[in-house]
T-cell receptor, first 108, second 114 residues
Framework: AQRVTQPEKLLSVFKGAPVELKCNYS??????LFWYVQYSRQRLQLLLR??SRESIKGFTADLNKGETSFHLKKPFAQEEDSAMYYC??????????FGKGTRLHILP | NAGVTQTPKFQVLKTGQSMTLQCAQD?????MYWYRQDPGMGLRLIYY???????DKGEVPNGYNVSRLNKREFSLRLESAAPSQTSVYFC?????????????FGPGTRLTVL
């Protein structure tokens, strides 16, 4: 079965500390993975996708096929990073499924 | 461009009532989606449509029907609302299956079923 697991509902991190939001997936084929973010009172929006191998707002994520993981990382947390983060999987053509989300709370 | 729009923004229904949530996009996207967002459950896919005239079930389709009226519009219907359908509903669109491209989301509809 295709599944996205985000084990942490809430992650609290001090400003300036490193951040790692965990995402594991279950899919037998070659996955396409994304991180979406929802800031307070805003729409969900794409943060980054694995194929781009990009860094957005200081965040990076590396696909580890051996561990079936796509963890989101940032070396130094900022207060504006507080938001809800969703990992998403596109197993085939148009179906896209999301994890349960992790609320990131940056402490001053 | 307005992007993805949803109506209404808020709705309160009584158990057993029916209603249709409307979604439209002006980006000429082929694929459209309906999700529900519940605390602790994240976003769950209800139905999606890869192109005009096609629809497919997602993870939680029971109690819902959809219509891809044309390329722009994708509606979600609750025939007989139940309290378990109290949720925030998001519509999204995406350019299409050929490209590895992102989903664009609407602002959401907050539905309460009493």
């Amino acid at each position: 079965a295709q599944r996205v697991t985000q084990p942490e509902k809430l992650l609290s991190v001090f400003k300036g500390a490193p951040v790692e939001l965990k995402c594991n997936y279950s899919y037998s084929g070659s996955p396409e993975l994304f991180w979406y973010v929802q800031y307070s009172r805003q729409r969900l929006q794409l943060l980054l996708r694995h194929i781009s191998r990009e860094s957005i707002k200081g965040f990076t994520a590396d696909l580890n096929k051996g561990e079936t993981s796509f963890h989101l990382k940032k070396p130094f947390a900022q207060e504006e990073d507080s938001a809800m983060y969703y990992c998403a999987l596109r197993p085939r053509d148009d179906k896209i499924i999301f994890g349960k989300g992790t609320r990131l709370h940056i402490l001053p | 461009n307005a992007g993805v729009t949803q109506t209404p923004k808020f709705q309160v229904l009584k158990t057993g009532q029916s209603m249709t949530l409307q979604c439209a996009q002006d980006m000429n996207h082929n694929s459209m989606y309906w999700y529900r967002q519940d605390p602790g459950m994240g976003l769950r896919l209800i139905y999606y449509s890869a192109s005009e005239g096609t629809t497919d079930k997602g993870e939680v389709p029971n109690g819902y029907n959809v219509s891809r009226l044309n390329k722009r519009e994708f509606s979600l219907r609750l025939e007989s609302a139940a309290p378990s359908q109290t949720s925030v509903y998001f519509c999204a669109s995406r350019e299409g299956s050929s490209g590895r491209n992102e989903q664009f989301f609407g602002p959401g509809t907050r539905l309460t079923v009493l």
